[in-house]
């Protein structure tokens, strides 16, 4: 009777560890959503003092290597892809089971969306990265379709057949990645794409938001007043706003006004940013390498000036931020060599040809 004791204690042991490491393996580790929650899982208590919600429009403009190297700020950017507002109330959730924020920054972006539900890819990476909980249970249920719910709930049967997927950046630590160490969400976009200044969509007029918009959007804020947490909604810049998209930003900010939340509308802005649209961006939706840099030092002197966010600079405990800020300036530094380099090289080559012509 010992003997099967100790046989069903093994079997079970072994199991839990390969059905452990088989979890580790396969799922999902988007950059865009789930990373960014794990990295976030490994930040001290109450550490984190500024923290940055919404989508893509907060990884891609927050520059967290410029909020700690220039400000000492210690900000965390917890988004997700095209992220629901919804979606932004349970990360807002999750984050502050752990945290105690000086303020939390959520983009806005997320509250012009007309529809009840998002893709299949970015419902997964909007919920999958929490920690099972009853809050991650209500995330995937009002992020996904009645008749899909049951799918999204076993999460085995969205990436049990990653098999042709699988690399090696699966089985190492932070991706086999340098910059996903010590990572605080931010996404470093280096292409450069010109645009033009977007032109006549600035109006006073509003647009009503959706029902399901609205109702979430009143939560973010009754959840921020119910931890006594200061709430900052912002829209960082972009290309892409028109005419019907500024009205329902008005929206946000009747809404927010009536609640005694500050919003910044930062397409109001852009002289004041310095933002350059030949230079500045790398899609319509997405500052650069430089848009980020000036975007990033204009939102954290609006954050210095209006609430009391210490320096953090030279305390040891903060040392991941030091790994971080000097990572995401090596890269740019990188970068910026090997453009210079490419351009002196064709240089030469273009002289070189015009001298052969010539002789």
Same mark, same amino acid.
């Given at each position: ?11 079970? @042991? ?19 959503? =789930?990373? /960014? ?19 893509? &429009? ?13 400000? %000492? ?42 529809? $009840?539900?998002?893709? &299949? ?18 995330? =995937? ?6 008749? /899909? ?6 999460? &085995? /049967?969205?990436? *049990? ?25 931010? %996404? ?21 938001? @959706? $029902? ?27 290309? +892409? ?27 109001? *802005?852009?002289?004041? =940013? %310095? ?10 939706? *997405?500052?650069?390498?430089? +848009? ?21 600079? +030279?305390? !040891?405990?903060?040392? !991941? ?16 060599? @090997? ?21």
């Amino acid at each position: 009777m010992k003997n099967k004791i100790i046989k069903i204690v093994c079997f079970i @042991t072994i199991f839990a560890v390969l059905f452990f490491r088989f979890e580790k393996v396969f799922n999902f580790k988007y950059g865009d959503g =789930i990373y /960014s929650l794990s990295c976030f899982y490994e930040e001290p208590e109450d550490s984190i003092d500024v923290l940055c919600f919404g989508s893509s &429009h907060i990884f891609e403009n927050v520059n967290t290597g410029i909020l700690w190297k220039e400000y %000492g700020i210690a900000d965390f950017n917890l988004c997700g892809s095209i992220q629901p507002v919804w979606n932004t109330y349970y990360y807002m959730k999750e984050a502050l089971k752990t945290q105690q924020p000086r303020v939390m920054v959520v983009d806005v972006y997320g509250t012009i969306q007309t529809e $009840d539900y998002i893709d &299949h890819s970015r419902i997964i990476k909007n919920n999958y990265g929490l920690k099972f909980s009853k809050d991650k249970i209500e995330s =995937i249920l009002v992020s996904s379709p009645e008749e /899909s719910r049951i799918d999204y709930l076993m999460e &085995h /049967s969205n990436y *049990h057949n990653r098999y042709s997927e699988i690399t090696r950046s699966d089985f190492a630590d932070h991706l086999g990645m340098t910059n996903y160490k010590n990572w605080k969400g931010f %996404g470093l976009n280096t292409a450069v794409k010109a645009f033009s200044e977007p032109k006549e969509y600035d109006t006073n007029e509003t647009a009503e938001l @959706t $029902d399901k918009v609205t109702e979430y959007l009143m939560k973010i804020i009754e959840l921020s007043k119910e931890k006594d947490i200061p709430l900052l909604l912002i829209k960082t810049p972009y290309c +892409g706003v028109t005419l019907d998209i500024q009205k329902k930003y008005n929206k946000v900010a009747e809404i927010a006004g009536e609640n005694d939340i500050p919003f910044i509308n930062f397409n109001r *802005h852009y002289k004041e =940013i %310095g933002i350059n649209f030949e230079t500045d961006f790398a899609d319509a939706n *997405h500052m650069n390498h430089r +848009g980020n840099v000036k975007f990033t030092r204009y939102l954290a002197g609006y954050l210095k000036e209006n609430y009391e966010i210490p320096d953090r600079r +030279g305390d !040891s405990a903060y040392g !991941s931020y030091d790994f971080m800020a000097d990572n995401c300036e090596q890269r740019i530094y990188n970068l910026e060599l @090997t453009q210079i380099n490419q351009t002196t090289i064709w240089k030469k080559y273009a002289e070189g040809i015009i001298l052969l012509f010539i002789a």
